[in-house]
């Protein structure tokens, strides 16, 4: 069996369990009051990117004494989902590209890519890695405290 993460493949058709699309993660963190995403957008919840508002949805390096901390402490957006932002950066099944230029629906990123797309920032992150704008890229067989993912059906 080949174990490699270039052999993993994604199946939608399948009723299963899978990480997010980087359009599906950015749509459940946005959504706040139905209102759209933008790149200045912070924590979900979050009514400004003033520590004071974000420090009651995320748990970031002001406020995370250096660890993780369950889930569900903080307050949730309006789909019910805590931790969209802080705690840990969340793995997506795009692979890094550029933005698209223009309005997507159902965003898919690059088919490839030496690195996976993560969002939301941790709980060593400082404030502006929070924005669910801000995108990182991390190789999908390297671990860190800091890393972590959701499961969407």
Known sequence: VDESVDSIVEHLEYDGFRLPSEGEW???????????WTSETYASGATSADSA???????????????THTVGQKTANALGLYDMSGNVHEY????????????????????????????????????QFLQLGYRFGAFPDVGDLEYGFRLVR
Do not use: K, M
């Open 26 to 36: 950015l749509f459940a963190a946005s959504y706040i009051d139905g209102s759209s």
């Open 53 to 67: 508002d974000v420090q009651l949805v995320a748990w970031f390096v002001e406020n995370a004494e250096s660890t």
């Open 92 to 127: 997506c099944w795009d692979w890094l590209g550029a933005w698209p230029v223009t309005a997507q629906t159902d965003y898919r990123g690059a088919g490839s890519s030496e690195t996976r797309v993560r969002h939301g920032g941790g709980w060593f992150s400082e404030l």
